[in-house]
């Protein structure tokens, strides 16, 4: 099959480019892994909010729709806007289609794919990192004998119900996930360092905003502002909050092994654990592009913007700021997905 673009991931960013690159009249297909729209929203946590208000957690060309009752809308509101949009700008996405690999293939990029085979000018990356959760190595993991689970396979806290958990991570998704976990359990939090609560007042526009105004500083040879990392690591969203001002969210510093009950710090003292749940992050899904040996030592692929150096045929969208500030955010894949649709469509001749 052959079409001008090939845009792999059927989420928040692959349809973002899906979306400019419409409005430019360039001939592409969205490759989505998963059987119904949403993407990764669909399979987080039941309690999990944004951080922003519907109207400042929108593609480009469709406000979200406010979520009744809620100033933070919920995931399963964002799968419907998603779907939403979607249908409403009538993208050509293709599912569930798996993507096995990119391959060079004379003037064209070769996408291999479960469902076929498809021959592009340029292609998207847009797999996000959902898919990739990070488990530090830490000593004692396969001793421990209790449940041991990341981030993405957490759901609610009935299923954790008067047991000893241990929550590792001191981001935004351990603070939640022990905030949900927090009156029905005997919790534990750990953190590598004392956790940095945001100001109550801060949210997602604050902190695209930050990286925003960063990203733009050192664009133009400025002093680095520092970004979200220097307003703090966590944003107290209303369950975190509550918990916190209850005094539920008191971390404790990171243990140094698991033991088969429990884990164990430095000076010999213990905790009691049935199951510890790993929020210690994600990394990129970029295995499909294994074929084009573009990684260099650090395992990322070097950009300029969202343009691959050393394959200017492809571009990776959505991945964090080092390819577009907030990128990873709904608010902020809009502009380096309208960036990336202009440079392809300069690539193939396309009328702008």
């Known amino acids: 099959m052959h079409t001008q673009v090939v845009i792999v991931g059927g989420s928040q960013s692959g349809l973002a480019a899906g979306y400019h690159l419409r409005r430019l009249g360039v001939d592409f297909v969205i490759l989505d892994a998963q059987s119904t729209p949403g993407g990764a929203w669909q399979h987080t946590w039941d309690s999990l909010h944004l951080f922003s208000p519907a109207a400042y957690s929108s593609l480009p060309g469709r406000i979200m729709p406010p979520h009744t009752g809620q100033e933070y809308p919920d995931a399963q509101h964002v799968v419907d806007y998603l779907n939403d949009y979607e249908k409403r700008y009538e993208l050509p996405v293709e599912r569930p289609v798996r993507v096995l690999g990119v391959h060079r293939d004379g003037h064209f990029l070769r996408v291999e794919a479960d469902a076929g085979t498809w021959r592009a000018r340029a292609v998207i990356s847009a797999t996000g990192t959902w898919w990739r959760p990070f488990l530090p190595a830490v000593p004692g993991r396969s001793d ?29 998704s351990g603070a939640q996930i022990a905030a949900d976990l927090a ?7 750990v953190t590598q ?6 100001a109550d007042d801060i949210d997602g526009r604050a902190l695209f905003d930050a990286s925003t105004a960063r990203r733009r500083a050192l664009d133009a040879g400025r002093t680095d502002t520092g970004g979200v990392a220097s307003l703090g690591d966590i944003v107290a969203v209303p369950p975190v909050r509550a918990a916190r001002d209850r005094g539920l969210l008191t971390a404790s510093p990171m243990f140094t092994r698991l033991v088969p009950g429990g884990v164990e710090w430095a000076d010999g003292a213990r ?29 990322q692929i070097a950009t300029l913007g969202t343009r691959a150096v050393d394959e200017p045929r492809l571009h990776l969208l959505g991945y964090g700021d080092w390819t577009g500030p907030a990128s990873a955010t709904l608010i902020g894949v809009g502009r380096p997905a309208r960036e990336a649709a202009r440079e392809i469509a300069a690539l193939l001749g396309t009328p702008q």
């Open 144 to 172: 421990f004998g209790g449940r041991q689970l990341h981030t993405v396979e957490y759901r609610s806290p009935q299923d954790f119900a008067g047991l000893h958990v241990i929550v590792v991570g001191g981001g935004n």
């Open 271 to 299: 905790a009691k654990a049935d199951a510890v749940i790993w929020c210690t992050g994600f990394r990129p899904a970029l295995s499909h592009l294994a074929p084009l040996r573009l990684r260099g030592r650090r395992g």
């Open 183 to 189: 009156y029905d359990t005997e919790l534990t939090w």
């Open 193 to 198: 360092r004392p956790p940095r609560f945001l």
